[in-house]
C-alpha cells in the first residue's frame, strides 16, 4: 500500500516535472536536416486548417488557401504586386460604357478530370455563384453580373448591370473560380479545376497532399508533391521546421520566434505584406455596442500601438480602416481614433453605460488568445469590464460568432481582399453595421471613374470608421519562415491563395 | 511483480521496527513525508492568503515597456510578453489552484462518500447498481470528462472544477465502501443494530467517524490530481479564461519563448510541482497515520 502510494505521489510529480523540462527540450530543438529530399516535394507548416474543401458553402480564408491557383483557377488573377493578371483568359476588352466584358479565354485548357475547359465552363460558374447553390457571403461581389453568354468555346461576354471597378479585381478571387460543369458533385473533398494540381489527399486533423498534373495547360511547376501540414499550435510548426519535418512555414504564428530564425544561415525569413485585418468585431445590433459611443470609446481606449508590440512582437501595421495600404483607396486614418482613455471614458459615461460588463468570444488562433488579452486589460482601465470566451475554431466560432451572430465582441483576421465593403456593406452580416448611410454611396463608387472609385471609397471608409463599426487594430503580418533553397516563395498574401506553383529548390 | 513491490518498500521506505517501542515512537513523531508536504501546502495556502491582499504589482496589468523582462530586484520572476509582473501572476495563480482541488474535492466527497457508505452498508442489490455505476464513471478518464464539459457547456474555471469534481466521485466511493464494509463487522456497530439505532444513526455515528482517516487521505491524493488537471486543462487553452492568472496557461504562453526567455516556463513549473508534491506526500504522510490497516499491520 505503502509503496503503492509513494509511487503514485512520485508519478504525478514526475509527470508534473516532466511536462516543464519536455517544454523546455522542445526548445532546444535540433538542427535542419538538410535538404536531402527529392527536389519535387515540399513540406508546408501551416495553422487552422479547412473544415472542407468547398469555399462555396462554406467560410473560412483556409480553403482558398489551399485551393485558389493551385487547383482552380479564375478567368483573371492577382499577381504577388496586387495586380491583375490574365489567367484563363487571353485577354479582354471593356465597352465605352464599361458594363460589357468580353473575354478571350485560353484554348486546350482541360479540368483534372479530363473535360475541356469552354466558356459554357465559365458562364456555369459565374451563374452558379448567383444561384443558390452559393451559400459563402462573398457570392454578393456577382451581384453586377447582369447576364453571361459564351459567344463560341472560347469567347465570353458578361454584362454588368452597372459599371463596376471593383468586379474584375474581385474575378481574381475565389468568387471567380471557375468549375467543370461536371465536376462539382464532390466540392468538399473532390475539387476539380483546371489548376496545375490535384488533391491527392485530405486527413482531417493532419494533412492535405496536393500532386502536379501531367496535363497542365500553362507551365508545369517544378514541385509536383506539396504537402500542407496544419499544427495545432503555432510553436510545433516552427519546430517542425527546425527539425527539417517541413521545409516553410506560411503564415507563422509564433512572431517572437522570429529573431531566433533571422539569426540563423539554414533559415529566411520573409515578412510580406498582407490584405489582413486584426478585427476587433462589435455587434452593431446589441447592447452596448449598439450605441455609436460605446463603440467610439472602445477606438479610444485601445493603444494600438502597444497591441501590436506586446501581442505581435512588433511585427504589424497601424492602419486605422479596414483597408490594406496596398489597396487603391488606402488612407491613413489612424490618427482618427488616438489612444484617449479620457475620452473613453467621457464617451461612456455620456452614453450612461459606465463600468459596463460585456463577453468577448475569443476564437482558439494565436493572434486572437494574443490579442485578447492586452485588449481586456486595456478596457478595463476606462470601465469595461470584458470576460473572455473561449470559442474552439472553426467550428464553433464560424456557427456561434460568424453564423448566428451571438456575441458582442470578438477578434478575427479577416484576410479576403478587399473586404471593407463585404464586411461592412451588409447589414446582416454578422458585424450588423448600419449600411444606409454608405449604401448609395458603394454604388456611385463603383459605377464611376477609378478616380471617382478611389475618392468615393475613400469617403465610404472614412464614414466607416467615424461610425466605428468595429476596430481594426493592426494589419496583420504575412510572415513567411522557410529553409534557405528555396525559392520562389509567394510571401505577398495578396489574396487568400497561398500560390505553390512558383515554388523551388535552389542550390 | 511481488518482489519487485517489496523492494521497492524496503528501498523506498524503511520499514519500521515491528517492537512496540519502535511502534510508539513512530506515532509519537509525525513522518518526514508529513512535516515535508504540510509545509509545502502551508507556503501555497499562505502565497495564496497574502495575494488575496497583497502583491508586488497588478497580476493583470499590460505594461508594453516592460515587456519580457530578466529575473530582476524589480521583477524577482521578470515579466511575460504582455509586461505583466510573473512573480504576481504566480501568486495569484495559487488562489485559482487552491479554488479548483477544494471545489473539485469538495464535490467528489459531498457525492461520493454517502454513496460508498450506503454501498457498504447495503451491499445487495443497491451497493451492486450503485458500484457498477461508480465503475462505469470510473473508466471514463477524468480529463476526458473534463474536455467533454468544456466543450458542451463552454471552457471555463466552474466548468473545470465540477468536471474534475464528477470525475473523482467513484475513487471516494470505493474508499468509502470499503472502509464501511470493515466497520459493519465491528462488534460496536453489532451492537449499535442489536441495540436498535437507526441506520443513518449508525453511518453516522460509527461508520462515518471511523473512515474519515481514509477519506482526508484520499482528498489529499486527489488535491494534487486536481492541481494537476486544471494546469493540464488551462494549458489547452479549457480551464481557466485569461486574464485571470493560471499556472497551466502561464506555461502555456511561455511555449514561444522557451529559448529566450525559459524563466516564463519554470516559474509556473515549479509552483504546480510544489503544490502537487505537498498534496502527495501529505497524502502519503496521512496514510501513515490514519490507514487502519497500516496500523493493524504494525
Not at chain 1, 486584426?278 to 493603444?303: E, K
Request: glycine share 8%; net charge negative; charged share 20%.
Amino acid at each position: 500500500m505503502n509503496a503503492h502510494t509513494s509511487r503514485r505521489a512520485l508519478a504525478t510529480t514526475a509527470a508534473a516535472a516532466a511536462a516543464v523540462l519536455a517544454l523546455s527540450a522542445c526548445s532546444a530543438g535540433s538542427s535542419s536536416g538538410g535538404s536531402d529530399a527529392p527536389s519535387d516535394a515540399v513540406v508546408i507548416g501551416l495553422t487552422g486548417e479547412p473544415v472542407n474543401l468547398d469555399f462555396t458553402t462554406t467560410s473560412g480564408a483556409a480553403i482558398p488557401q489551399v485551393v485558389m491557383n493551385n487547383v482552380y483557377e479564375g478567368l483573371v488573377t492577382i499577381d504577388q504586386e496586387g495586380e491583375l493578371q490574365p489567367q484563363l483568359a487571353e485577354s479582354w476588352a471593356v465597352s465605352e460604357d464599361g458594363t460589357v466584358y468580353d473575354f478571350a479565354l485560353h484554348d486546350g485548357v482541360t479540368f483534372s478530370d479530363g473535360e475541356d475547359f469552354t466558356a459554357a465552363d465559365a458562364v456555369f460558374s459565374i451563374e452558379r455563384v448567383q444561384s443558390d447553390a452559393w451559400l459563402n457571403g462573398t457570392k454578393s461581389k456577382m451581384d453586377v453580373v447582369e447576364s453571361v453568354e459564351a459567344v463560341s468555346d472560347t469567347e465570353l461576354r458578361v454584362t454588368l448591370s452597372r459599371p463596376s471597378n471593383a468586379w474584375l479585381f474581385d474575378m481574381g478571387t475565389y468568387v471567380g473560380a471557375m468549375f467543370s460543369e461536371t465536376g462539382v458533385d464532390d466540392l468538399a473533398t473532390k475539387p476539380i479545376g483546371t489548376g496545375p494540381y490535384t488533391v491527392e489527399s485530405f486527413v482531417s486533423g493532419d494533412r492535405i497532399t496536393l500532386a502536379g498534373r501531367d496535363d497542365y495547360w500553362g507551365e508545369e511547376p517544378d514541385i509536383t508533391d506539396v504537402t500542407l501540414r496544419y499544427f495545432a499550435d503555432a510553436v510545433a510548426s516552427t519546430n517542425a521546421l527546425r527539425s527539417g519535418d517541413v521545409d516553410m512555414v506560411y503564415n507563422m504564428q509564433a512572431p517572437d520566434l522570429m529573431g531566433q530564425f533571422e539569426s540563423d544561415e539554414a533559415f529566411q525569413v520573409i515578412e510580406g505584406t498582407s490584405n489582413g485585418e486584426i478585427l476587433l468585431s462589435m455587434n452593431n445590433t446589441v447592447a452596448p455596442f449598439d450605441d455609436v459611443r460605446v463603440r467610439q470609446a472602445v477606438m479610444y481606449a485601445i493603444d494600438r500601438r502597444a497591441v501590436i508590440d506586446a501581442a505581435w512582437a512588433g511585427y504589424g501595421t497601424e492602419i486605422g480602416a479596414m483597408v490594406a495600404p496596398t489597396d487603391p483607396y488606402y488612407e491613413d486614418l489612424t490618427d482618427l481614433y488616438p489612444y484617449d482613455p479620457e475620452k473613453a471614458r467621457e464617451l461612456l459615461a455620456e452614453a450612461g453605460a459606465e463600468n459596463i460588463s460585456i463577453t468577448f468570444d475569443v476564437p482558439t488562433r494565436p493572434y486572437a488568445t494574443a490579442v485578447s488579452e492586452i485588449v481586456v486589460s486595456q478596457l478595463a482601465e476606462v470601465g469595461i469590464d470584458a470576460s473572455i470566451q473561449s470559442s474552439e475554431f472553426p467550428a464553433v466560432w464560424l456557427d456561434k460568432v460568424f453564423t448566428q451572430a451571438d456575441y458582442q465582441m470578438s477578434v478575427i483576421l479577416a484576410v479576403e481582399a478587399r473586404d471593407v465593403l463585404a464586411t461592412f456593406n451588409n447589414p446582416d452580416y454578422y458585424i450588423g453595421y448600419d449600411n444606409s448611410k454608405i449604401a448609395d454611396q458603394v454604388i456611385a463608387a463603383d459605377s464611376g471613374t477609378p478616380e471617382e472609385y478611389v475618392s468615393g471609397m475613400k469617403e465610404v471608409v472614412r464614414t466607416i470608421t467615424e461610425d466605428a463599426a468595429s476596430d481594426v487594430l493592426f494589419l496583420f503580418p504575412n510572415l513567411v519562415v522557410a529553409k534557405a533553397e528555396l525559392g520562389g516563395i509567394a510571401a505577398n498574401a495578396v489574396t487568400e491563395s497561398l500560390v505553390l506553383s512558383g515554388l523551388t529548390w535552389t542550390d | 511483480m511481488a518482489t519487485s513491490l517489496d523492494t521497492t518498500e524496503s528501498v523506498g521506505m524503511p520499514v519500521p521496527a515491528p517492537s512496540i517501542p519502535g511502534r510508539s515512537r513512530r506515532r509519537s513523531r509525525p513522518g518526514t513525508q508529513l512535516v515535508v508536504g504540510a509545509v509545502l501546502i502551508a507556503l501555497v495556502a499562505l502565497v495564496a492568503l497574502v495575494s488575496l491582499v497583497w502583491t508586488p504589482y497588478d497580476p493583470v496589468a499590460t505594461v508594453a515597456s516592460d515587456r519580457l523582462q530578466f529575473p530582476s530586484a524589480a521583477h524577482w520572476f521578470g515579466t511575460d510578453r504582455f509586461g505583466r509582473d510573473v512573480f504576481s501572476a504566480v501568486m495569484v495563480g495559487s488562489q485559482i489552484t487552491l479554488i479548483v482541488g477544494f471545489i473539485a474535492v469538495g464535490i467528489a466527497v459531498i457525492v461520493g462518500v454517502p454513496l460508498g457508505i450506503l454501498a457498504g452498508m447495503r451491499p445487495g442489490r443497491l451497493g451492486d447498481v450503485i458500484m457498477r455505476g461508480n465503475d462505469i464513471l470510473l473508466a471514463f478518464p477524468g480529463l476526458l470528462l473534463a474536455i467533454v464539459f468544456g466543450a458542451v457547456f463552454g471552457a471555463g474555471t466552474v466548468t473545470a472544477m465540477v468536471a474534475l469534481g464528477i470525475g473523482s466521485i467513484p475513487a471516494f466511493a470505493r474508499v468509502a465502501r470499503s472502509g464501511t464494509l470493515q466497520v459493519m463487522k465491528t462488534d460496536y456497530v453489532f451492537a449499535a443494530r442489536a441495540a436498535n439505532r437507526s441506520e443513518f444513526r449508525i453511518a453516522l455515528r460509527h461508520v462515518l467517524p471511523n473512515i474519515s482517516g481514509m477519506i482526508v487521505v484520499q482528498c489529499s491524493v486527489n488535491f494534487g490530481i486536481a492541481v494537476l488537471a486544471e494546469a493540464g486543462l488551462s494549458f489547452l487553452g479549457l480551464g481557466t479564461m485569461p486574464p485571470t492568472p493560471s499556472w497551466g496557461r502561464m506555461l502555456q504562453e511561455s511555449q514561444q519563448f522557451l529559448g529566450s526567455h525559459d524563466y516564463l516556463a519554470i516559474a509556473p513549473g515549479i509552483a504546480i510541482a510544489v503544490a502537487v508534491l505537498g498534496f502527495n506526500l501529505l497524502g502519503d504522510g496521512l496514510r501513515d497515520r490514519f490507514d487502519p490497516k497500516m496500523r493493524s499491520s504494525r
